[in-house]
């Protein structure tokens, strides 16, 4: 990624070997700091409302609140964060719930390896573009 400024990313993951692996591919990138690693649904919401990230990657199998739900929330309480649901689940009725309540991609946790750090670039250059048409 070429991007110029450091995106703040809050890692919402319950099972510690996903939130290993997540975290891992995100070092390999200068420009994406991982501001907070959070295990379950609630904690979530109220990490994002503190600390406002930029880019959330969201689990949808999470403790006291599931990530369609935090979703939901986080469209209030940390509007302009991004998110990128990374989940086990593959069921097309929750991959469109989550694209339809404003997620910007959706990446098979089996894919991790190869379509994560591809998929924080396509949520990078729509960051980007909508910056630059709000500066406009």
Same mark, same amino acid.
């Given at each position: 990624?070429?991007?110029?400024?450091?995106?703040?990313?809050?890692? /919402?993951?319950?099972?510690?070997?996903? %939130?290993?692996?997540? *975290?891992?591919?995100?070092?390999?990138? $200068?420009? #994406?700091?991982? @501001?907070?690693?959070?295990?379950?649904?609630?904690?979530? /919401?109220?990490?994002?409302?503190?600390? %406002?990230?930029?880019? *959330?990657?969201?689990?949808?199998?999470? $403790?006291? #609140?599931?990530? @369609?739900?935090?979703?939901?929330?986080?469209?209030?309480?940390?509007?302009?964060?991004?998110?990128?649901?990374?989940?086990?689940?593959?069921?097309?009725?929750?991959?469109?719930?989550?694209?339809? @309540?404003?997620?910007?991609?959706?990446?098979?946790?089996?894919?991790?390896?190869?379509?994560?750090?591809?998929?924080?670039?396509?949520?990078?250059?729509?960051?980007?573009?909508?910056?630059?048409?709000?500066?406009?």
């Amino acid at each position: 990624m070429d991007s110029p400024f450091v995106v703040r990313t809050l890692v /919402v993951e319950d099972n510690s070997f996903w %939130q290993e692996m997540i *975290v891992r591919k995100l070092q390999e990138q $200068p420009n #994406l700091r991982v @501001i907070a690693v959070v295990a379950d649904g609630l904690e979530a /919401v109220h990490n994002a409302e503190e600390l %406002q990230p930029d880019l *959330v990657l969201l689990d949808i199998g999470l $403790p006291r #609140l599931n990530g @369609i739900d935090v979703a939901k929330r986080l469209r209030k309480v940390a509007p302009a964060a991004k998110i990128l649901f990374v989940s086990g689940d593959s069921c097309s009725d929750i991959i469109r719930e989550a694209l339809r @309540i404003g997620a910007l991609g959706y990446v098979h946790k089996p894919n991790v390896g190869s379509e994560l750090l591809p998929a924080i670039q396509a949520v990078l250059a729509e960051m980007l573009s909508s910056s630059t048409l709000a500066a406009n």
